[in-house]
Nanobody, 120 residues
Framework: QVQLVESGGGLVQAGGSLRLSCAAS????????MGWYRQAPGKQRELVPT???????NYADSVKGRFSISRDNAKNTVYLQMNSLKPEDTAVYYC??????????????WGQGTQVTVSS
């Protein structure tokens, strides 16, 4: 089993910044993709950014140029730097990690979610 622990959410004014962290621990053989989803009340879950083990990244159009994802493979940790925050970024942010199991299959693990609230 793999556990993901998120930190860094909170309340910020529009235009401000926050940095989220998500650390994986447990029975880790290797981690492939990591990333973040977000879900706002009444809206569909949105894939925000992803990052591969080789640090290739992909961003949702809604956050391009404002958010930056990175990872520290030695620490099994993924980060999300969020700048120029907008009220529409308000959501619960969930990190995920695709971790290889002992049978060489990959399973997706999830963080507990962290609330990000952007006031106007």
């Amino acid at each position: 089993q793999v556990q993901l622990v998120e930190s860094g959410g909170g309340l910020v004014q529009a235009g401000g910044s926050l940095r989220l962290s998500c650390a994986a621990s447990g029975s880790i053989f290797s981690i492939n993709n990591m990333g973040w989803y977000r879900q706002a009340p009444g809206k569909q879950r949105e894939l925000v950014p992803t990052i591969t083990s080789g640090s290739s990244t992909n961003y949702a159009d809604s956050v391009k140029g404002r958010f930056s994802i990175s990872r520290d493979n030695a620490k099994n940790t993924v980060y999300l730097q969020m700048n120029s925050l907008k009220p529409e970024d308000t959501a619960v942010y969930y990190c995920f990690a695709d971790s290889r199991n002992a049978d060489s299959r990959y399973s997706r693990y999830w963080g507990q979610g962290t609330q990000v609230t952007v006031s106007s």
